[in-house]
């Protein structure tokens, strides 16, 4: 149980354009999703923190026009980057909230050329 | 912000028990304490948590200290799979549900 699926595992995108990355619970419901992202060989850091029917909260220095989270159900959330750069370049890990745990997706690792 | 402090790398034989600490200091009554492990390129993968009383399942160990200031997560016969970045987390509490802060990890490696 509490299986999460991340897609696109990868993907690589022009600069400028925008990526989306779709985050589904596979075998539960969760209301709490989260949004991190991980620099190569840093740790997890919390992009944003998403109520499903509510607008996400997002972390200081996080921005929110740049990285759209629609949280559209009790088993799907996306993550649109918006007008990639190179610096959007990192992995990218999604989670639900169940109760007082916390399941996160494969992660999608994202290259902006 | 995270609020852990763990030793950034350690080595444990193969076979051996391997012994992870955390610090969380400031951690409040009602926090949980949480373990993942991560794996290279990915996601996140639930250990074990507890708040007040030691723990065990069927990956691991948690010993929790009576001040609640500290534990330490025990495997307990590491294997060569098991090498990865371990994160302790304190699972913070706030009024539209809990978050996961993850602090720096502690890279293990268990070694043949």
């Known amino acids: 149980g509490a299986v999460v699926s991340q897609h696109p595992s990868w993907v690589i995108c022009k600069s400028g354009t925008s990526v989306k990355i779709e985050c589904r619970s596979l075998?539960?419901?969760?209301?709490?999703m989260f949004w991190y992202r991980q620099f190569p060989k840093q740790s997890l850091m919390l992009m944003a923190t998403s109520n499903e029917g509510s607008k996400a909260t997002y972390e200081q220095g996080v921005e929110k026009d740049k990285f759209l989270i629609n949280h559209a159900s009790l088993t799907l959330s996306t993550l649109t980057v918006t007008s990639a750069h190179p610096e959007d370049s990192s992995f990218y890990i999604c989670?639900?909230?169940?109760?007082?745990?916390?399941?996160f997706g494969q992660g999608t690792r994202l290259t902006v050329v | 912000d995270a609020k852990t402090t763990q030793p950034p790398s350690m080595d444990c034989a193969e076979g051996r028990a391997a012994n992870l600490p955390c610090n969380h200091s400031?951690?409040?009554?009602?926090?949980?304490v949480y373990w993942y492990r991560q794996i290279h390129s990915q996601g996140p993968q639930y250990i074990i948590h507890g708040l007040k009383n030691n723990e065990t399942n069927e990956m691991a160990s948690l010993i929790i200290t009576e001040d609640r200031k500290s534990s330490t997560l025990i495997l307990p016969h590491a294997t060569l799979r098991d090498t990865a970045v371990y994160y302790c987390i304190v699972r913070v509490a706030i009024r539209t549900g809990n978050q996961f802060y993850f602090g720096t990890g502690t890279s293990l490696t268990v070694i043949p």
């Open positions: 400031t951690i409040s009554g009602n926090e949980y």
């Open positions: 075998d539960f419901q969760a209301t709490t």
């Open positions: 989670g639900w909230g169940r109760n007082t745990e916390a399941f």
